[in-house]
Each structure stands twice: as structure tokens, then as C-alpha cells.
């Protein structure tokens, strides 16, 4: 993740009070270093300190590997010409213990060597923090500072009046999973049962497109109520959550947010999920015209979606507009071009993800974890982890997808981006500035 041009770190004090904010928690037993291009700061990486029992091979080798680690995370920001280290952990004041002084002069030496020296280094404690480098006992005495000058810092307050919050760790921000109400289970199990039928047919594929693409727009259609299911908006996340359980169309959904419409209608034509000899009669649609016409969750859990329930027919011309909008150009033009999915979900390409169409799926997933059966909760979970290892935060990532194991044990693509995440391997968007998730954007002009 990169900071924004238009924050101003003045001092240690700034740049210790950005790094909570940036990460969304206070690190504990954690190194974050910071690459640096000139003067303006890059991208923030954060990891586990290494133990003394990880390596059998000597204190020296676990050293030796975890700075070798953090050296080639920080060698995917290409315009670094230098870096910061701040060092969490608890036993920073005992007399600077002989661990993390090693810990330092291997990081300093790997980084340097790099073509990554390190400009400052700060050791931060539970209670106060010192600069590594200084031994003037007038501006960096050896009892340290208070940790209250970073939290009281010029930059951290700037961060809180953009509404940045600091918490106690990514475990305390990823909620529980809420229990969906019995009509809700009902509505979505009927909605999958006819959308498995459709699920080879073309009209239908965009129809799912289409209403993604209105929820992340817009998360406001799928909010009501926990008092009661009588909400029409139910019915849409019913429709959603039960487009998740189909796998090729949940992976169309991530492509499509990060890449456009056009490469994720590419990407199954490619894979022949099509077949357009098959009359399935109705493209199924949560949606209707007016909407006094939409049914309520209970009306939906009592009809079959091809018996009556079926909202609006798609207007004919919604697809071409909608790849038009997110693509940026048709299916025709972008099949010698587009990307595969691969390419997409492993942060490839696009050169740069619609975050802003991201960040509006992930307000949908969020409501398909509260209201989803446990196969559709771990989809949105585990759709909720990818976000957050594109946007370089693994910590938040193995969290949630966790949570969909947990769920839905053995469930695929959370297993296989649980497998990335634990061996270290960065989504390509989060290694370069120019494509980076920023959490502190520019106010709009």
C-alpha cells in the first residue's frame, strides 16, 4: 500500500503515527519497513519478527533468511532508493537486547547491499519508542520517548479527521459472521436451483453481471433490516449470494470488479461455458421494473423464480452497455488482448485494478456474509481475503479466509489463496506504486 501525495510526514513521529493508520492496527512483535523514493515514501510491508527456534540452523541463518525475505518484498517497488525500519516488540528497552540489535545490523547490511540502505530505524515498545542510529542522549536519551508523540502526532490526527481508525489487531476487525434468517436461506436455495439450469447460458451470465455490477455501484440495495425479512432489497442479496455458489460465475464477479466486464465475458467464452443451444427459457432477475413490483423474501421463498417471481425481464441492450462502462471496449476487440483470469487474480493485470470497483464488491460481499448459507458465506469470505491480499495486507487476508474454511471446510479457492498468502507471495498490483491500493486518497477536488 502507498501514501498519498498529499500527506506530509514532518518527522519519526509522523511516520510512526502514519504506520498504525496504514496498517489498520497497532504491530506487535512485528518489523514494518517502508520503502523510499527521494523523499516521498512508498510502499509499507509488515512481518512477524523471526523467533530464535525457526531456523535449526543457527540464530545467524534465521537472520540471515528473513532479511533476505524482506529485501526481495521491497525490491518489487523498482523506484526505492532507500528504506525505513521500525521495529515492534516487546522487549525493546531491555538494554537493547543482543536479538533485535542483530536483527537490525542484518537488515541494514542485506538492504544496503540491495541498493536499499536503510535511513533511519526505530525501535517502538509497549510503552515508548527510540530512534535506532541516535545516541545523543539530549534529543534520543536511552529511556526513549513516549509513545504518546505518535499517537498525538501531526499526521496521525490528520488521519483521524479523514475518519482512519486504529484497532487492536485484524482478528478484532474481521466481524463474525452474522446467522442468515430461515426465509433468506430459503429465498437463496430456490433462486440456485433455477440459476444452476441457466448456468451454460449467455443472457444469464450478463444478467448476473449486471446485477453485480449494481451492487457494487451501489451497496445501498442490499442493506435492510435484521428485525424482519420483508425487505425486497433481501431478495436481490438472496439473487447474489446464490450467483456465488456457482464457481465460474464467482470468479467472472472478481475479474469483473478488478478488470471490467469485457475480460470477464472473455475469460468463460474462452473456458466454453457457453452453450447457446439450450433454451432455459427466462433469464432469471431479481430486479423488476417498478419496483412495487419486486417480491418480498417470504413471496420469494414461496415461488419457484420461473413460476412467477422472476422481477423484470433484462432489457436487450444492458449487456453491451454495461462492458461498454467496464471494459471499455467489446468482447470482440479484447479477445487477442484480454487477460486470462489468472493473470487477473493473481494481481498481473490490468496494469492498474478499478479499485473503486473493488472496493464496491467487497460492500457487497459484506452482505452476503451476514445473510448467505455457509457455501455462499465462505465465497464472500474468501472473496473478501483476495481484496485484501491484492491490496497487500495478508494479515487480513489469512483472517478471512480462515473464516471461509472455517465455514465451509475444504472450500477450494479459499485453500489456494490460503497457500499464497502463507508462502509469502505478494499480489502483483500490491509490489508497484503506480498500482498499489492507497487506504489515504486525495480529498476531490
Request: glycine residues 10%; negative net charge.
Amino acid at each position: 500500500m502507498t501514501i498519498s501525495e498529499t500527506l506530509r510526514a514532518g518527522g519519526p513521529q509522523d511516520i510512526l503515527g502514519f504506520i498504525p493508520h496504514s496498517l489498520g492496527y497497532w504491530p506487535r512483535q512485528s518489523l514494518v519497513a517502508i520503502t523510499v523514493q527521494g523523499k516521498r515514501l512508498g510502499a509499507t510491508l509488515r512481518v512477524d519478527l523471526p523467533r530464535g527456534d525457526e531456523c535449526t540452523e543457527g540464530p545467524d541463518a534465521t537472520l540471515s533468511r528473513f532479511s533476505e525475505t524482506v529485501r526481495d518484498y521491497l525490491l518489487q517497488d523498482t523506484a526505492a532508493d532507500a528504506s525505513l525500519l521500525a521495529i515492534y516488540s516487546s522487549d525493546a528497552w531491555s538494554s537493547l537486547s543482543e536479538r533485535l540489535t542483530g536483527l537490525l545490523g542484518s537488515l541494514s547490511a542485506t538492504l544496503g547491499a540491495a541498493g536499499l540502505p536503510v535511513r533511519d530505524a526505530w525501535f517502538v515498545g509497549e510503552e515508548r519508542w527510540r530512534d535506532a542510529f541516535c545516541f545523543d542522549r539530549v534529543c534520543c536519551p536511552s529511556w526513549g520517548r513516549p509513545l504518546s508523540e505518535i499517537s498525538d502526532s501531526f499526521l496521525s490526527a490528520e488521519l483521524i479527521l479523514r475518519g482512519s481508525r486504529v484497532d487492536s489487531g485484524p482478528d478484532a476487525l474481521v466481524s463474525p459472521a452474522a446467522t442468515a434468517l430461515p426465509a433468506e436461506i430459503l429465498a437463496e436455495e430456490r433462486w440456485l436451483g433455477d440459476l444452476r439450469l441457466r448456468e451454460h447460458s449467455r443472457p444469464q451470465f450478463l444478467a448476473v453481471l449486471e446485477c453485480w455490477h449494481r451492487a457494487m455501484g451501489d451497496g445501498a440495495v442490499l442493506r435492510h433490516s435484521r428485525a424482519g425479512a420483508l425487505h425486497k432489497e433481501a431478495n436481490i442479496g438472496a439473487y447474489l449470494c446464490a450467483t456465488l455458489r456457482i464457481p465460474a460465475w464467482r470468479d467472472a464477479i472478481l475479474v469483473m470488479a478488478a478488470a471490467g466486464a469485457g475480460v470477464a465475458l472473455v475469460g468463460v467464452q474462452d473456458f466454453g461455458l457457453f452453450d447457446d443451444e439450450t433454451d432455459v427459457g427466462q433469464t432469471l432477475w431479481p430486479w423488476s421494473e417498478k419496483a412495487t413490483e419486486e417480491p418480498t423474501v417470504q413471496e420469494q421463498a414461496g415461488k419457484s423464480p420461473r413460476t412467477g417471481n422472476g422481477g423484470g425481464k433484462v432489457s436487450a441492450g444492458f449487456s453491451n452497455a454495461l462492458i461498454a462502462e467496464c471494459g471499455h471496449c467489446t468482447p470482440l476487440r479484447m479477445r487477442n488482448s484480454a487477460p486470462g483470469y489468472g493473470e487477473v487474480l493473481l494481481g498481473m493485470a490490468p496494469s492498474v485494478p478499478l479499485w473503486d470497483h473493488v472496493e464496491g464488491l467487497e460492500a457487497a460481499l459484506e452482505q452476503c456474509i451476514l445473510r448467505g448459507t455457509p457455501e455462499a458465506k465462505a465465497a464472500a469470505l474468501t472473496g473478501k481475503g483476495w481484496i485484501e491480499w491484492c491490496r497487500g495486507r495478508g494479515s487480513y487476508a489469512s483472517v478471512y479466509l480462515n473464516r471461509a474454511l472455517v465455514t465451509e471446510p475444504g472450500y477450494r479457492l479459499a485453500e489456494l489463496l490460503q497457500d499464497l498468502v502463507g508462502r509469502g507471495t505478494l499480489c502483483g498490483w500490491a509490489g508497484k506504486p503506480e498500482s498499489a491500493w492507497q487506504k489515504f486518497r486525495p480529498d476531490p477536488a
